[in-house]
Nanobody
């Protein structure tokens, strides 16, 4: 059973930077496409950034150019570097893993991911 644990959330000011981390255990991280999803109060969970097993990233339009997703398979860790944070980035951020044999596959849909962390809160104050 794969375990997923996020860390790095917190309260920041508009324009600040923050880096989220996600560690996996119980499985080889190189076997999973990974993603960061977020859920703001009263809204549905949405994808923020995803990355394939081979490191190919994809971003939702609202974070492209400000967020960077990357992975260190040797350390079983996924990262989300966030810059120029805005109040609308406030949400619980979830890390997720998707089993796939395709090195370049990823999905923007939460329903396609098999394993989830408990989430970490990011609050951007104006």
């Amino acid at each position: 059973q794969v375990q997923v644990v996020e860390s790095g959330g917190g309260l920041v000011q508009v324009g600040d930077s923050l880096r989220l981390s996600c560690t996996t255990s119980g499985g080889a991280p190189r076997d999973y496409a990974m993603g960061w999803f977020r859920q703001a109060p009263g809204k549905e969970r949405e994808f923020a950034a995803v990355i394939s097993r081979a490191g190919r990233p994809s971003y939702t339009d609202s974070v492209r150019g400000r967020f960077t997703i990357y992975r260190d398979n040797a350390k079983n860790t996924l990262f989300l570097q966030m810059h120029s944070l805005k109040p609308e980035d406030t949400a619980v951020y979830y890390c997720a893993a998707k089993t796939t044999t395709d090195l370049f596959e990823f999905s923007h849909f939460a329903r396609d991911y098999n394993y989830w962390g408990q989430g970490t809160q990011v609050t951007v104050s104006s």
